[in-house]
Nanobody, 124 residues
Framework: QVTLVESGGGLVQAGGSLRLSCAAS????????VGWFRQAPGKERERVAA????????DYAATVKGRFTISRDNTKSTVFLQMNSLKPEDTAVYYC?????????????????WGQGTQVTVSS
């Protein structure tokens, strides 16, 4: 497992942008596929974006496609989520999660490392 720490959340007006970061500990970060999830009060957790261990493949939820971009820098053991054109319905706690993979798939068999989350609030 790796230890994950999210940062970059905050309060932004609708139409604005935020960039979330997920910093990982451990020397084998490049072996992990990573996902960004979010959970709003009273709603189920939703996976919004995922990236393969090399960064060569990505996937997005329909609700964020075209507005959010996931990327990673394995030299810095960090994954980013660039969020543009934010909407009030994007308000949630955002979590990053990682799971080890042995092939370059987007989704690991299991996300077994989770960060503590960062709050994103979008005002109308």
């Amino acid at each position: 497992q790796v230890t994950l720490v999210e940062s970059g959340g905050g309060l932004v007006q609708a139409g604005g942008s935020l960039r979330l970061s997920c910093a990982a500990s451990g020397r084998t970060f490049s072996s992990y596929a990573v996902g960004w999830f979010r959970q709003a009060p009273g709603k189920e957790r939703e996976r919004v974006a995922a990236i393969s261990r090399t960064g060569g493949s990505t996937d997005y939820a329909a609700t964020v496609k075209g507005r959010f971009t996931i990327s990673r820098d394995n030299t810095k053991s960090t994954v980013f989520l660039q969020m543009n054109s934010l909407k009030p319905e994007d308000t949630a706690v955002y979590y990053c999660a990682a799971g080890i993979t042995y092939v370059s798939t987007i989704l690991p068999p299991k996300y077994d490392s989770w960060g503590q989350g960062t709050q994103v609030t979008v005002s109308s």
